[in-house]
């Protein structure tokens, strides 16, 4: 592997020190690093070793004090990365705190010891946190942390969050309801909510994408393999009901995209992970006009196939 | 609750008694097949397998044999099935009933008529638990659903073959007057279409309805061979229609319902959708079957039952 100096420089400390612990090797690079994805290890079917973070740049650098595990659990810990890539998210080894950070260093936010299983999810420039608590049936409410005040919003117990508008001012829900049908929001974490019973497809749909204006929703379905028909993106507006045509997405699996985020042009980001856990996996960003398909390659990158599991900025 | 019903533990048998005002104040069931069940046994290591014939339940209360009905199923070659029983229906007027015979050749029996045995190649030559039946309310069609080929679709007094309906096509039931079949097709990206079949297997309708008619299955389809019956049962029940042929929401009513599970539903009038609910109270299947006008969404009792405890399958008359 070749690295160019700054780079083995940040990584050589980095396997030193982790990160988090070496902003002397951060402040050494002339642009704050950007992370892609992490991984965790498998050692005999359950995570171990450190959080391996994948950067821009094409190095791997170990975050020394994210939690493998979770407390008494062969679960892994916590882990997030916003959709920039700037900004990470994780369970601390040791004391089990959440902790928000720079993917290249200097902490951001320590939270209270959260107990029971839970996700993460940053909002796409990393400014907030989502805390989905996963108890059946669902008692706690998912909260919201704002990072840089620490302000905390509660959403309602019942609602399933599925993460983040674009510019993180809203976050979409959805939520069963008497009849049996699922109902879907957009909970603007300074008040306003948009709702809707969407049709079919949408409410069976699996990837979702807010957007900025926190009322058009990219929806996701899969594609059929035997047919070889590729996964569909719609729009469909929160404010309306309106459902735009589909739209083929130039993929080479089944599966919608694990990850969507909306850009400032109207376009969207997805993330193609072809590969299981434990498989050799190749991760392709693409950006997708949601009317066409047509979509254009931004970035390509491998994840190891000794991980455990892995999670991809945005996820 | 206008219907009120003794339940009496009679003896082993364990029949139910319907009492006599119950019983007249249904006429058209007076004599007719409330359920048909098959007892099941259990072998050394405690798995169940159906045993002995098919017993008809009748709404009087009286119980008899369907003699010629083969009871447990019968593979391909025709060697015994064991763990499976041969399939029967009851229409919905419980007026008739759909089998196989011991001979393995289908049969539909008109209560306190005759009996009419189908052509031997009405059905291809299969393990017999890879069909089931279903017959119209008024038992003149017949519906057979066999793995992995079209559902065959009879007329019950020629025993001629009408039409067929594509294999992935789920049959839900015939309509109303019998002369459409509702279907359901596991559509691609994750939905499910109603679809609707003439008899004779022409496709009439086909539409993706929104999630409340979607998840709130099994549907019924009317005699008008468009409208569409939901019920939403819980906190909150209500009867939805729709609209199969417009995909469109036509009303939706807040009804009062007794608790359970739809089992079944079926249009038995041109305003009214009958409900088979069923729960199960320690250890033992309740039955309770309700009336309800899709006009006013009136709801009214006209059965309720708990069917033999020894049962290892029953099936109930629709209607």
Known sequence: MRHPSLTAALLASAVIGGLGLTPVAAHAQSAPPVARAAWIKSCKETPCGRWQLVLRDGTTVPVRDAAATKPRSEEPGAFAISANGRVLAYERIGDHRVVVQHAGGGRLRELPKISGDYGLTLSPEGDKLLIDYFDEPERRPSKVITVATGRTTTLPAAETPYGFSADGDEVLTTRRQADNTTAMYARGLEGGTLRQTPPQ????????????DGKTVAVFTSGDAQTKRPPRV????????????????????????????????????????VGEDGEPTVVRVLTVDPASGA?????RYRLTKSRYGAVMAGE | ?????????????????????????????????????????????????????????????????????QGVARKKNGKSGRYYQAPVAVSGNGGRIAYFTKSGRLAVRTVGGGVKVFAKDALPRVDQ??????????????????????????????????????????????????????????????????????????????????????VNAPQTLAADGRTVAAVVTGSKPELVTYDVEDDRII???????????????DWTGDTQVTLHLTREVSGSTRMTIVQIDTETGAVKVRDRYTPLKDSFVFAACGG
Request: hydrophobic share 40%; charged share 25%.
């Open chain 2, 251 to 265: 009303d939706r009513k807040k009804i009062k319902l007794p608790g359970g599970a739809v089992h079944m539903i």
């Open chain 2, 129 to 214: 638990w890879k069909v089931s039946f279903d017959l119209s309310d008024d038992g003149a069609k017949l519906a057979a659903v066999i793995e992995n080929a079209p559902t065959r679709i009879f007329d019950t007094a020629t025993g001629e073959r009408l039409g067929t309906v594509p294999s992935r096509a789920a049959l839900m039931g015939f309509s109303g007057d019998g002369d459409e079949l509702l279907t359901s097709i596991e559509a691609e990206e994750s939905v499910t279409d109603l679809v609707v079949y003439s008899d004779r297997g022409r496709r009439l309708a086909r539409a993706t309805p929104p999630q409340v008619i979607g």
């Open chain 1, 201 to 212: 497809v949408v409410a069976n749909a699996l990837t979702f994408a807010l957007a900025a």
């Open chain 2, 1 to 69: 609750m206008r219907t009120t019903i003794l339940t009496t533990t009679l003896a082993a048998g364990l029949l139910l008694a319907l009492t006599p005002s119950a019983a007249q104040a249904n006429p058209h069931h007076s004599d007719s097949i409330r359920y048909a069940s098959i007892k099941g046994c259990a072998d050394k290591n405690g798995a169940e397998f159906p045993c002995g014939p098919w017993r008809l339940v009748m709404h009087s209360g009286k119980q008899t044999i369907l003699d010629d009905a």
């Open chain 1, 234 to 273: 719609r729009t469909y507006d929160l404010e309306t009901g309106a459902l735009s045509e589909a739209a083929d997405l130039p993929f080479k699996t089944e599966a919608p995209p694990d990850v969507a985020v909306w850009d400032a042009d109207a376009r969207l980001t997805v993330t193609e992970r």
């Open chain 1, 295 to 299: 979509a254009t390659q931004s970035d």
